[in-house]
């Protein structure tokens, strides 16, 4: 029979659902265990908030399964006073935030020059690719008018506001922060710069990622002030470029190119995407033509990270928020995005040459 201090150690030990990547004991919300006469285990916790989920009682009974009859949790909240030291204790943790000088977490920006060329779509199957490589991944819905990003990865519920920090919630793995948890069905996002580049500075610095080893940003299209802005913010930002096959597209693509030579960011890889169709008889048909991708990584200079196939499973996934590696598993665009989040592990940031940079 495990040992009251082994069953302490065993609820200690189990991951956050919340907080991706920390334990409850590095938390230190694990206030009391003890096991009762009749063999259950009684588990007190102490959290900054008093939502909980499904997910953490299942990793409790599944971690005390083999020490007892079930689990009795009971949660006791922070005070205000108590929250606010907890959360900056785990800031300093977590070290530098995303964006500042030296914060180790990768910034990758995946831009296009225009929309329809399935920017979101690479972006959340980007993050749950790099997820399942063993990395700590968060994403912003940098797309301010059309976000999308939420809903193409299932995610039901919306942040946690724990003593001014906003705690992003988490599906498939991923950290997730976009506009769409803040604005009604029937409301339209009409703003200006000011406005647009107080949201993506909050959405940035307000936000509490954690210890990242990768923020995903899905880009508007274009190059406007968003995109402007995020150049600002994130001065070490990688750009990955998202076009399709077709001539136009790698031109338009190419636009997105220059202005991340412009503010000094590294364009590390060329993603095509809608590449071709597999029918059922197996011959590949290319829908959008061919070559733009390859032209478009000869023209900046940089690698072809992978050709994402056209598949209807993929569209379907995203509808139901289920990315690729769920919708489509096995399939030949789940080892494309496997392709490509290992060329993006790989690709080693450089040193910025013009670190005071300033945009007007």
């Known amino acids: 029979m495990a040992s009251d201090n082994q069953i302490f150690n065993a609820v200690a030990s189990i991951e956050s659902p919340l907080f991706v990547g920390r334990t409850l004991g590095e938390l230190d919300a ?18 900054p908030t008093s ?55 990768r910034v990758v920006a995946v831009a296009s020059g225009k929309g329809g060329v399935g920017k979101s779509s690479v972006s959340c199957n980007l993050a749950v690719a790099l997820v399942r490589a063993g990395k700590k991944v968060g994403i912003v819905d940098g797309d301010i008018w059309g976000f999308s990003v939420p809903r193409m990865l299932g995610v039901s519920q919306p942040p946690l506001l724990v003593a001014e920090a906003i705690i992003p919630p988490v599906s498939y793995g991923v950290k997730v922060m976009s506009m769409d948890y803040f604005v009604g069905d029937d409301k339209a996002v009409i703003w200006r710069g000011p406005m647009l580049h107080k949201a993506i500075e909050q959405f940035l610095k307000d936000v509490f990622w954690d210890n990242l080893d990768f923020l995903i940003v899905d880009m508007p299209p274009g190059t406007g002030d968003i995109a402007i802005s995020m150049a600002q913010f994130l001065p070490r930002a990688q750009v990955l470029l998202v076009t399709t096959p077709q001539p136009t597209a790698q031109r338009v693509a190419r636009r997105a190119a220059l202005m991340a030579a412009e503010v000094d960011q590294q364009v590390i890889g060329i993603v095509e995407n809608m590449s071709w169709f597999t029918a ?14 390859s032209a478009l990584a000869e023209e900046v200079g940089v690698d072809l990270m992978t050709r994402i196939p056209l598949l209807p499973a993929m569209g379907r996934g995203a509808d139901e928020g289920h990315p690729v590696a769920v919708a489509a598993p096995g399939s030949e665009a789940e080892q494309a995005f496997e392709t490509l ?11 910025r040459t013009n670190p005071a940079l300033v945009i007007n």
């Not at 694990?30 to 959290?47: A, F, H, P, S, Y």
């Not at 971690?63 to 900056?88: C, K, N, T």
């Open 280 to 293: 059922d008889d197996g011959k590949k048909y290319e829908l959008f033509g061919s070559g733009g991708g």
């Open 51 to 105: 939502h909980t989920s499904e997910l953490l009682d299942q990793r409790l009974q599944k971690a005390l399964q083999p020490h007892g009859r079930g689990a009795d949790v009971d949660i006791e909240v922070m005070s205000d006073e108590a929250a606010m030291e907890w959360i900056a204790r785990l800031r300093g943790m977590a070290g530098p935030p995303v964006g500042e000088p030296g914060s180790s977490t």
């Open 341 to 351: 989040a290992g060329a993006v592990i790989d690709k080693r940031p450089r040193i």
């Open 30 to 47: 694990v206030k009391k265990v003890d096991r009762t006469m009749t063999g259950r285990i009684n588990v007190e916790l102490l959290l």
